[in-house]
């Protein structure tokens, strides 16, 4: 609130403007001394601003308001009075003070959307999207930004960001809370537009609780004209104008204020005697609306909420760069292509300023990044540094660079494509490729052993099938992301099979349950098998590819759905984590329960079973073999589980080394079938014999061989003995 002693000072100040006017001042107020070497603050530090023309603190330099000469960095800071635009024709005892803050995105940045943002390009007004007049303050940086989008597009956006306060004060108590964080369009409808909107409204810098003392860093300034010269002025005073320090001239009965004496001048000839070096205003950044006594509603905007705003929290299917020229009208440059392509769909695009041969984006999670206060960003698993001008924000966790400065040492295609570090990348392709032939192998023993041929093994032969033609697309396409039609189709494929291997699955379990609850006998099945086999293959085709279908259909009609797979966008694959889950993660895990329950009522028809033939001392050799096969199928299916357990775990802990295990148990699902056949004995046993009969027959048919070519010769020298014989018979 607005105390007793802000009147007394408003007083002293108006006495202290007035009483010195003198060269003698000038030179205080323009120079640097002992006492000029604090830093001014925002908050209770009004006279020592209203003293000073310039600053002589170690931060002078950043903002350009030095008395000393520096190079102006007009271009990162703009002086602004944040207050202005919630003043409606409101009398005010002083000038409100204004605050330096970043107004203009990073270069790399323009023709976005959040560019469009952060510079208000379409002209809203306070009371149309006040989102855009509350400025932020990055608590890493402690630098002020004139609102959210500033600060995304400088990449200055994360849990360091303290969002000023928008105050409202309101006649009547239309709300029954202090402070409100609003976090969905429906509270910033009922809240900004409808409840509030005939409320005296201001903005607050953040500030302790109980007093205006900031809780950040604040840059006050007093906003002059830019050092700028007519065009007919004389060469040295314009040269003077725009590289002399800082030291501000006043405008007598005036708002206007010059940089310094030779920016006066050159603008202010013929009326030199109105120019001042004493500042006749009292400066204040307190709001005015403190001065009411009514409770006022303290509003701040989720986060989260802005982002949403920003692209609907999705990943754009086109990058476009206007920094290159086309020659049609409605086409921009697609980044990714290479070339200009008219825009179709407005939904799916997003604007940046990058001239870039090599351009790459990629998903980084909060543990593979390393954030610095000059803004650089350090991707920890690619070793590799940007600075904050290298890269842009397309959504939360993905960011687009550009990798012209590594073309040399690697092709584009070689250069990060996901945030798994190189070693990650070889286990995954080493341990792929012994699961591949692992269920080559297994393909082979199936072929060999007559006995595996029956309807479950001709199930566990399609899983198989659709494990080695998923896991191989992976592998085949995986840094395939620059063509994208080829990315596309195997990211489909690659969702296909990897799904279509858990419903043979649970055809597998539920065939085994059918068989131990419902005895189908033997003769039975032979009938029907051909029949089953077709109907499963129908059944596996049709609930597969209807997922994929609305999968497809969500990203073909609603891109911008936070539900859209996005195939092939990051990764040769689903690239949206809500879709991964809902089209993916969610239907195995369905999968996984109800295979889980089958085994389970499996096992206790054989306990029960087990049971009944230990009191009737009966042994069956049919319900051996069965109880032999339901075991391999239970140890297939729970070593599949147990790496979408591993999967949720790895989620839950974000840890490298749970993600490494994962990646290991997931890479090897053929090494599971082909080791849990192998460790039947009957597979064994039927294995050993057959190879044992081929060994045995090509034995026999030497050994006949040698046999008839010993009995030919024999008969060949016993044969005249007959003639002979029989000759002397006749």
Not at 389 to 410: G, H, M, P, Q
Request: charge should be positive; hydrophobic fraction near 40%; glycine fraction near 2%.
């Amino acid at each position: 609130m607005f105390h007793y002693n802000h009147f007394l000072l408003i007083i002293f100040l108006l006495k202290y403007c007035f009483t010195f006017n003198n060269n003698e001042q000038c030179l205080i107020r323009d120079t640097c001394t002992n006492s000029s070497l604090l830093s001014p603050l925002v908050y209770n530090d009004e006279q020592f601003i209203q003293s000073r023309n310039c600053f002589c603190d170690s931060v002078c330099q950043q903002y350009g308001d030095c008395c000393y000469h520096t190079e102006l960095l007009t271009n990162n800071y703009e002086c602004i009075d944040y207050l202005l635009p919630t003043i409606n024709n409101q009398i005010l005892l002083f000038n409100t003070l204004s605050v330096w803050m970043r107004t203009k995105c990073l270069s790399i940045y323009i023709g976005s959307q959040v560019d469009i943002q952060c510079r208000n390009l379409n002209n809203y007004t306070f009371n149309d999207n006040p989102i855009l007049f509350i400025p932020v303050t990055s608590l890493q940086t402690n630098i002020t930004y004139r609102n959210y989008y500033c600060a995304y597009c400088n990449n200055d956006v994360n849990e360091n960001i303290k969002f000023w306060e928008y105050k409202l004060f309101c006649s009547e108590n239309n709300y029954n809370k202090d402070y409100l964080i609003l976090n969905n369009d429906q509270e910033v409808q009922y809240y900004i537009h409808n409840l509030t909107k005939n409320c005296l409204k201001t903005i607050l810098y953040p500030h302790n609780q109980g007093n205006l003392q900031p809780s950040v860093f604040i840059r006050p300034c007093k906003k002059s004209l830019s050092p700028i010269c007519p065009s007919d002025t004389p060469i040295d005073l314009a040269r003077n104008c725009s590289t002399f320090g800082t030291a501000y001239r006043y405008v007598k009965n005036s708002s206007i204020i010059y940089h310094n004496s030779y920016c006066a001048k050159c603008n202010h000839i013929n009326n030199s005697d109105e120019i001042t070096c004493l500042d006749p205003y009292i400066r204040s950044s307190l709001p005015v609306m403190t001065l009411i006594r009514i409770q006022p509603l303290s509003i701040l905007f989720d986060p989260n909420l802005l982002q949403r705003y920003l692209n609907n929290n999705t990943i754009p299917h086109f990058i476009y760069s206007v920094s290159y020229n086309c020659t049609k009208l409605n086409e921009y440059y697609d980044l990714f292509q290479q070339k200009c392509s008219q825009i179709t769909n407005s939904t799916q695009e997003f604007f940046i300023s990058m001239k870039c041969l090599y351009p790459i984006q990629t998903l980084i999670q909060s543990y593979d990044k390393i954030y610095y206060n000059n803004g650089s960003i350090y991707l920890v698993n690619d070793t590799i540094l940007l600075t904050k001008d290298e890269y842009v924000f397309i959504s939360s966790n993905v960011i687009v660079f550009c990798a012209d400065r590594w073309k040399n040492l690697l092709e584009a295609s070689s250069i990060i494509t996901s945030s798994f570090p190189i070693y990650r990348n070889i286990l995954s392709v080493i341990c792929t490729s012994i699961s591949l032939g692992c269920l080559l192998l297994f393909g082979i023993i199936f072929y060999l052993i007559p006995s595996l041929h029956n309807l479950p093994g001709k199930c566990l032969l399609f899983l198989s099938i659709s494990l080695f033609i998923g896991q191989l697309t992976f592998i085949s396409t995986s840094n395939l992301t620059k063509y994208n039609s080829i990315c596309f189709l195997s990211a489909i494929i690659i969702h296909y099979f990897y799904l279509s291997s858990f419903i043979w699955l649970l055809i597998i379990s539920i065939h085994i349950h059918s068989t131990f609850n419902q005895q189908i006998r033997q003769q039975d099945k032979i009938d029907k098998n051909y029949r089953r086999l077709i109907i499963y293959n129908i059944l596996v085709f049709c609930s597969t590819g209807i997922i994929i279908l609305i999968g497809c259909l969500i990203q073909i009609i609603s891109p911008q759905s936070k539900f859209s797979p996005a195939y092939g966008l990051i990764y040769c694959s689903i690239s949206n984590i809500n879709a991964m889950i809902i089209f993916f993660l969610l239907p195995i895990g369905c999968l996984l329960i109800i295979i889980i329950i089958l085994f389970l009522r499996t096992l206790l028809t054989i306990y029960h079973s087990h049971k009944i033939a230990k009191l009737a001392n009966v042994t069956s050799l049919s319900n051996t073999k069965n109880n032999n096969l339901i075991f391999i199928y239970a140890r297939l299916a729970s070593l599949m589980g147990i790496q979408w357990i591993l999967l949720i775990f790895a989620l839950a802990i974000r840890q490298t080394w749970s993600w490494i295990i994962f990646e290991i148990i997931n890479s090897l699902p053929g090494v599971f079938i082909c080791l849990g056949f192998l460790s039947s004995k009957r597979v064994l046993n039927s294995l050993k014999q057959k190879v044992s009969m081929k060994l045995l027959i090509r034995r026999s048919s030497s050994q006949s061989n040698t046999t008839t070519t010993t009995s030919t010769i024999l008969m060949s020298s016993i044969s005249p003995k007959k003639n002979i014989m029989k000759k002397l018979r006749f």
